[in-house]
């Protein structure tokens, strides 16, 4: 007879479920470390047979009230997430660094060298028409403005670079952008604008003649 209870034994110490504290070590855990909340189903999968979620749960939310990390429930899931009289902790000011697209680049050249320039100007210079994306795009980055309007037939609106985009360059004025001298010099520059795309200084006469034919777009791909 002891024989026969003997393998009962063993089966019921095999299937015991472990402290209540052990469970709530294991349910902290595995919320600590998910991505994403967990359900008391999924949660209980996990554990060994014969555990409690859910009376797990509630002692693991008791002993985390008033610290900086709470237990809590989201639907029919559960998370830890920051208390939140100290979310302001967690928020961190990035800067966003944005590529000008290669129409952005092209397009704000021609208005810094050619200031006030309307769209009509921009388009005859660059051989393309230019998209209100663009424009906007420049706007919005406050580094060109709307000028004054030319009294030719429609009265079309100027563009212009604003003191934002002298900052940003670290120039003075207008006066100080560099030529095609200095953009070769830098490498920046390896073909000839468009005619009248960049000129230099006024009265300048070393700078390169751009009224040559043949020559090659500003920026290339």
Not at 5 to 20: D, G, R
Not at 28 to 33: D, K, P, Q, R
Not at 69 to 95: C, I, Q
Request: net charge negative; glycine share 6%.
């Amino acid at each position: 007879m002891s024989a026969a209870q003997h393998p009962k034994k063993k089966e019921k110490t095999l299937f015991e479920a472990p402290p209540v504290a052990e469970q709530e070590r294991m349910v902290e855990a595995m919320l600590f470390a998910s991505a994403e909340p967990m359900t008391l189903k999924e949660i209980e999968s996990r554990m060994p047979h014969g555990c409690d979620a859910a009376e797990a749960i509630a002692y693991l939310r008791k002993r985390y009230e008033g610290r900086g990390v709470r237990v809590v429930k989201s639907g029919d899931s559960w998370a830890m997430r920051t208390a939140p009289d100290l979310a302001f902790l967690m928020h961190k000011e990035v800067v966003e660094t944005r590529k000008l697209s290669r129409a952005a680049v092209e397009t704000l050249a021609i208005i810094a060298y050619h200031q006030p320039a309307t769209r009509a100007e921009i388009e005859e210079i660059r051989g393309v028409s230019v998209s209100r994306g663009t424009i906007d795009q420049l706007l919005e980055m406050e580094w060109i403005r709307i000028g004054r309007r030319r009294m030719t037939p429609g009265r079309p609106v100027t563009f212009v670079v604003t003191q934002e985009f002298l900052d940003h360059f670290d120039l003075e004025n207008t006066r100080d952008l560099p030529g095609l001298k200095e953009l070769r010099a830098a490498g920046l520059l390896d073909n000839r604008p468009p005619p009248g795309l960049m000129p230099g200084p006024v009265g300048d006469e070393s700078e390169d003649h751009l009224g040559d034919t043949d020559q090659s777009e500003l920026f290339e791909d």
